[in-house]
């Protein structure tokens, strides 16, 4: 061989040890970067296919995993499980390379796929890191020119690189899975919580609102006064439904009453009841609803709006279990479980004399703090998509998508008045929405910023804004991506009756991993039940 022309095949080599680098830490897609790699590899040797092939777990066979062949007749093509040949086994026990030439066909491939394909020459090279065979790399010529020693040999050395590569992409693939599998396994485990304490109509996985279910859990059992303190909106009476409900009174009523909701001069005959000619206009008689609590758990929300004046009969009723209607002197005795809820500041009430201490610390039994829906922003897109699908459902309507540009906006948004103002912002939105994907007026949220913070209306400022008109939005690519998965994961739900795993399920459907899809499912807030 002349000087110039070994310069040249030296060159060559050189590119490809390059290039082999180069892929190999360019892309974690294993496939991908041996695909590179055999494509390189085929052109410096001058062959008609190189291949690369996994141990097939199931099978115990080489599953062909990336082939180049450009000429191919289809035969030899990736995904095809075959059985190693005797000279392919030789190469995994031995850890060297093995060559076949001509004379040797019937030690190509035991099922003729070589032969099929018009191949004359294979060489394998084992695929070798510390000591272990992670695969095989094949050379096929249709051509009856042999593999020179020191081509071989190069191969062989260049091997150890595409080795790395693939237990480097093998073991990211497996802490992605294991990352995955854990992340689901939590969110089961919520769900699982939720559902098994009877939470189900309380939406999120958030842990400030798992710190809450976990107060309910320990003392719902017991008789004990619980005091839920929280803003308007976050979701009291829920939280007082699921107390009551994981009691032993549950079989009995919860009687609920809104002590802001009553006037002042009411309020009493609405808590204890009162007998005829009480006063005037009581024409009957009328039980009130600490009597109908009687066995039961009795509701008291925005109890700081209570009276002064009416804070000792409610306290003796409360420590006595005895009280006497409006107008009468006969004592009747209850037997009431108290859950008290407010969004005032009690403790500022005691001190400044706008509510008895006592009555206080009768109430501050178990105190229950509920979060803001500002702190647990994690749970927003669960609740979109849950008040987005009711309100659908009640209009007749279908939206099977929310932009990313929206549920950023709705997520970024402090929500003042809480789970509250969400759901009626959801269902005015629903309501403006003419086609399948949800059209939120974003712009009205920023009116109401005016009373916020310079440095609120600056965030809020980089909310995208959104038009009533959804056919004159240029969505960026990145919400059209997101719309088309979120569409194709409704479509599968739909068509397997909201079954996600198994041969019939929505993620065989779509060719994905169970907890893959479980993970993208809870990215947009799609809950399978919804099309079962």
Not at 253 to 282: D, Q, R, Y
Not at 331 to 357: C, G, I, P
Request: aromatic share 6%.
């Amino acid at each position: 061989m002349s000087t110039e022309a070994e310069l040249q095949r030296q060159n060559e080599r050189f590119g490809l040890l390059l290039n082999l680098t180069t892929k190999i830490t360019s892309s974690l897609d294993l496939r991908e970067v041996l695909r590179a790699v055999a494509a390189n590899i085929r052109e410096v040797v001058h062959a008609d296919a190189v291949g690369v092939s996994l141990p097939d777990a199931t099978s115990g066979k080489l599953r062909v995993f990336a082939m180049d062949f450009p000429q191919g007749k289809g035969v030899i093509k990736e995904e095809l499980v075959v059985t190693p040949s005797a000279a392919a086994k030789k190469a995994i026990d031995t850890l060297k390379p093995v060559v076949i030439g001509t004379g040797e066909q019937h030690e190509l491939s035991p099922e003729g796929y070589a032969a099929a394909e018009g191949i004359k020459a294979v060489c394998f090279i084992p695929l070798v890191n510390r000591d272990r065979v992670v695969g095989i790399l094949s050379i096929l010529r249709a051509t009856e020119v042999p593999f020179m020693p020191e081509d071989v040999d190069f191969l062989s050395r260049a091997s150890g690189q595409i080795a790395i590569a693939i237990e480097n992409a093998l073991a990211y693939r497996e802490i992605s899975e294991l990352k995955d599998k854990l992340a689901q396994e939590k969110f089961y485990l919520e769900e699982e919580f939720r559902s098994e304490m009877g939470f189900e109509q309380i939406i999120g996985n958030s842990a400030a609102l798992k710190h809450v279910l976990e107060l309910v859990e320990t003392v719902a059992p017991s008789d004990s006064t619980v005091l839920l303190l929280g803003e308007t909106g976050t979701g009291k009476e829920l939280i007082a439904r699921a107390i009551h409900d994981r009691s032993r009174r549950k079989e009995r009523t919860l009687v609920k009453l809104n002590c802001a909701a009553i006037p002042t001069g009411l309020l009493e005959s609405e808590l204890f009841g009162h007998e005829k000619g009480a006063f005037t206009g009581a024409i009957t008689s009328k039980i009130g609803r600490l009597e109908l609590a009687d066995q039961g758990t009795l509701f008291l929300d925005e109890v700081g709006d209570i009276p002064i004046e009416i804070q000792p009969k409610l306290l003796r009723a409360l420590q006595e279990r005895e009280f006497e209607r409006l107008g009468s002197t006969h004592t009747r005795k209850v037997n009431v479980r108290l859950v008290a809820a407010t969004n005032q500041d009690l403790e500022s009430m005691v001190a400044n004399k706008e509510f008895r201490s006592d009555l206080y610390y009768r109430l501050n039994v178990f105190p229950i703090r509920i979060p803001p829906l500002r702190d647990r922003r994690d749970d927003i897109p669960l609740l979109v998509s849950y008040f987005v699908q009711n309100c659908a459902k009640e209009m007749q309507k279908r939206i099977d998508t929310v932009p990313v540009s929206v549920m950023k906006g709705l997520t970024t948004w402090d929500w003042p008045g809480n789970i509250r103002e969400l759901e009626n912002f959801i269902e005015r939105a629903v309501l403006l929405t003419r086609g399948r994907s949800l059209e939120a007026p974003l712009a009205e949220l920023r009116k109401t910023s005016k009373v916020d913070s310079p440095d609120r209306l600056h965030e809020l400022k980089e909310v995208p804004e959104e038009r009533t008109d959804s056919r004159s939005v240029k969505t960026s690519v990145a919400d059209e991506y997101a719309r088309k998965q979120h569409n194709e994961i409704i479509q599968a739900l739909t068509a397997c009756k909201g079954r996600v795993g198994g041969a019939d399920g929505a993620a065989a459907r779509l060719g994905m991993n169970r907890t893959t899809l479980l993970s993208r499912m809870k990215k947009f807030g799609i809950f399978a039940k919804q099309y079962s």
